[in-house]
């Protein structure tokens, strides 16, 4: 298959993708405006925040940085989805520049959070982002795996390996029970997104239909 064809093919299948490139280097509109317009209706983009806010500055002083990356990400326009901040893993819970980071937020997106250290899984975290209408990203990663928590308008997953970090395909239990907490908290009114890291062996594609699979058939 033809390169320029891979994205009309992944479409078919999945109607949103996470970005991961912007976390390393900010694309310009242009590339933005690329990917709205080859977007079909009702696709959504997730895109990772840009690693300066969340490695370099983490999350201290970052007005400007955050308007200027903002401001090419919003030509995705009806594409844009959640924006998804990945904060480090040395970085430990610090409430009050977590704050003044959630109020320098756009309020017209979903703003999901991804802790990688464990002192951040409080329920004193959970109700700051729950306060500002943020949400909590679910990380699955053998060995370093977040709690199952939720807040603000959205559930939001990250799968990193079925096996080890980053490889593995999913057994069909474990997809279950993900599929079961997923419903239950579309159920409660959120938004649920759920996305597969892709692996070098591309286990990603199959657990990313075996658990849509699920979803769809506890639907009827």
């Known amino acids: 298959m033809p390169v320029k064809r891979w994205f009309a093919f992944y479409a078919e299948h999945f109607d949103t993708v ?13 590339t933005f405006d690329a990917w709205r317009d080859q977007a079909p209706p009702g696709f959504c983009y997730t895109v990772k925040a840009n690693r300066f806010l969340t490695q370099a500055k983490k999350l201290k002083d970052c007005a400007e940085p955050l308007d200027r990356m903002m401001t090419p990400v919003r030509h995705l326009g009806d594409a844009l989805g959640p924006i998804l901040y990945q904060l480090p893993p040395r970085f430990r819970i610090n409430l009050d520049r ?3 980071f959630l109020r320098l937020l756009p309020t017209d997106v979903v703003n999901i959070f991804e802790f990688r250290e464990a002192s951040w899984y409080t329920e004193e975290t959970l109700a700051l982002l729950d306060r500002y209408g943020a949400a909590f990203c679910v990380h699955d990663m053998p060995g370093l795996a977040s709690p199952r928590w939720s807040s603000g308008p959205a559930a939001y997953v990250r799968f990193h390996g079925g096996v080890g970090k980053y ?12 599929a079961d907490w997923m419903i239950g908290q579309a159920r409660s009114g959120r938004a649920v997104w759920g996305y ?3 692996d070098v062996e591309a286990h990603a ?15 009827r």
């Open 18 to 30: 996470e970005i991961n490139n912007s976390f390393y280097r900010l694309p310009k509109a242009e």
């Open 98 to 100: 977590l704050e003044s």
């Open 167 to 178: 490889w593995g395909r999913y057994r069909d239990e474990a997809l279950l029970g993900w």
């Open 196 to 198: 597969f890291n892709n």
């Open 205 to 219: 594609i199959h657990d990313a239909q075996t658990l849509k699979a699920m979803l769809r058939q506890a639907e």
